[in-house]
Structure formats: C-alpha cells, structure tokens
C-alpha cells in the first residue's frame, strides 16, 4: 500500500485566503451507511478532528445516509445538492467497486468532484470466538467441500468490496467465489451484529470495524488482507499470504463533493484535508480509529480515483459480473 505524507500549508497564510474566501454554513458530512461502519468512522473521525484543531470552526454534522453502501448518498447528492458548497460524503475503495459493476446507476467516476483521502484500511476475515475455524486453512477447507456451506455476509452484495474479499480467498484456494452463500447488509455495524448473533459464520469486513470486538475478545480474526502484518493491536493476526493464499485488500478511505461544487468550496475542502492529515495530533487519532497513513488530495486523489475504478471496471468484466 502506498503511504504519502503531503507537506502542510505555510503555517503563516490565513486558511481563509487559502480557500478564496469560503466559509462553508451548516457544513455536513455524509455517511453512505447504518452507523458503526467505515463510512461513519470516516466522517465522524474527520469531523471530530476538523473541528478540534479548528481547521474548520463551524460544527460540522454527520448525517448516515444508508442504502446500497454509497448508493443512495450519491444519487441524493447528484438528484438534489449538486452544487451544494457545504457537504462532503464518505468514499472508500468499496465506492470504486460499486462505480464499475453500476451499482451506483448512472453515476461514476466523473459524477462527483475528489477531494482527499484522510488515510487506509485493510479487509480482515472475521469469525465468532467460538467459531469452529481457527485459522485460514478451516475456513478454506469448509469451502473446498462445500462452498455453500459456510454463510457469511457483509456490506454490499455479490460483487461488492466486502463480497470480493471472501472471494479473492476461495479463488485462490480455487473455489468458484459465485458458488459461496453470500448475505448483503448495510455497512460493517450491521454485519458484525449478524456475525455475533448466529445469522453468519463469517465476516469479510475492514479491520477499523472490527478493532473493537477483536479488542473485546467477542471475534477471531483469521487473515489480514495486508502485505504485512498491521501493527499495533491486530500484529498477532497472520496475513492470508503467509498462510499460502494470495488475497489482499487495501481501503483507501477519504471524500468526495458534488459534481457542481464551486471552486472556492472544493479549494476549501482540500486545503481543509490537507492541513488535517498535516496536523501534529493526527496520527494518533487516526490510529485510534485503526486506520493508517495514506494521504492524498486533490488532482492526485482525482487521478488514483478514476484509474482505480477503471481497474475494478475491466475486473468485474474479466470474472462475469458485467458485460462486455
């Protein structure tokens, strides 16, 4: 995963000229999903912290927005506020995926203006403590002899961010992923309930959701889809490569605008971004949250955006789920 730190703002130019003076009024941030997930921590961690170091000195409000993990936020954004200067909505990796296989209707990639990443997470297979698995090699094997067998779920439906994890795993151990009993839910809040109260036997979801249960001993994580083991609290789960499975799974978590959103508001909200990921109390708030460094805004975000979900585009080709 690559990691970028950008240099903060000169500390002695005014944020406001900085932003041609815009101040935003009654500022929101959209949460694409139920509360608990990895859209609300992404909005609610940047909030919090925008605020705070009064890099944004309106209080800024998170609104949950859930419906097809990003769906309805993006129609709602582009149908009523796409020139609404004062709200920002959550994107993650899983946003790029769902614009290449049209999960998101008629909108993409160019439907909104990208503002910034504010840092990463990683996709983390999850099971009940009591769970019958207790490394990557059980669950494997489970689906081997039944791929059917083994009900798992998580935000998004087949062919979203959460649904691929789980298949990058069955397709490297070489099982069809289309054959696997799949149950979509609304963001990882609702999908770690179903996984605690006996509805799934496994949770394909990003390691920020299930910090806290792993913390609490309620869950077993049983690979990190990482390059490298994660530090801190989740250092002692074993990634899926060096349990002989090629599956990884960055999350780039950060925003977008509407599509209309004037200039001096989008200058606004990546000079705000900017100067956040810069600040010296950063990245142990992030950390706290389990996310890591990955700072990016701007015409670069804008770049890694479309290139990203052009490569989820001609990837869900290559595999069945969209046409030609």
């Known amino acids: 995963?690559?990691?970028?730190?950008?240099?903060?703002?000169?500390?002695?130019?005014?944020?406001?000229?900085?932003?041609?003076?815009?101040?935003?009024?009654?500022?929101?941030?959209?949460?694409?999903?139920?509360?608990?997930?990895?859209?609300?921590?992404?909005?609610?961690?940047?909030?919090?912290?925008?605020?705070e170091t009064g890099i944004v000195t309106q209080a800024i409000r998170t609104q949950n927005m859930p419906g097809g993990i990003g769906a309805v936020a993006i129609n709602h954004i582009n149908a009523q506020r796409r020139t609404d200067p004062n709200v920002i909505v959550a994107v993650s990796t899983g946003s790029w995926v769902n614009m290449a296989t049209g999960r998101f209707g008629r909108f993409g990639e160019n439907d909104v203006r990208w503002i910034g990443a504010i840092g990463a997470d990683y996709g983390v297979l999850a099971v009940r403590k009591d769970s019958p698995f207790q490394n990557l090699a059980d669950l494997v094997a489970a689906l081997r002899a039944n791929p059917g067998g083994v009900p798992m779920g998580a935000g998004g439906a087949v062919g979203s961010q959460d649904w691929t994890k789980a298949a990058l795993v069955a397709r490297s151990a070489g099982v069809d992923p289309r054959r696997m009993r799949y149950v979509p839910f609304e963001g990882g809040g609702q999908t770690l309930a179903a996984l605690l109260g006996g509805h799934i036997q496994l949770a394909p979801v990003d390691a920020s959701e299930a910090r806290g249960q792993f913390e609490a001993g309620e869950i077993r994580l049983l690979a990190v889809l990482s390059a490298e083991r994660l530090p801190g609290t989740l250092s002692a789960v074993p990634t899926a490569k060096e349990q002989g499975f090629e599956a990884e799974w960055p999350i780039v978590r950060g925003f977008y605008g509407p599509p209309q959103m004037p200039d001096a508001a989008y200058?606004?909200?990546?000079?705000?971004?900017?100067?956040?990921?810069?600040?010296?109390?950063?990245?142990?708030?992030?950390?706290?949250?389990?996310?890591?460094?990955?700072?990016?805004?701007?015409?670069?975000?804008e770049a890694l955006a479309k290139r990203k979900t052009a490569e989820f585009r001609q990837l869900a080709r290559d595999v069945g789920l969209v046409s030609q």
């Open 1 to 51: 995963m690559q990691r970028r730190t950008l240099l903060a703002a000169p500390a002695f130019l005014p944020f406001a000229a900085q932003a041609q003076g815009f101040t935003p009024q009654n500022p929101e941030c959209i949460a694409g999903a139920a509360p608990g997930g990895g859209f609300d921590i992404t909005c609610r961690l940047t909030t919090r912290m925008l605020n």
């Open 267 to 301: 200058n606004f909200w990546v000079e705000a971004i900017r100067r956040l990921t810069a600040h010296a109390d950063w990245p142990a708030q992030r950390a706290a949250q389990g996310l890591f460094e990955f700072n990016m805004v701007g015409a670069e975000f």
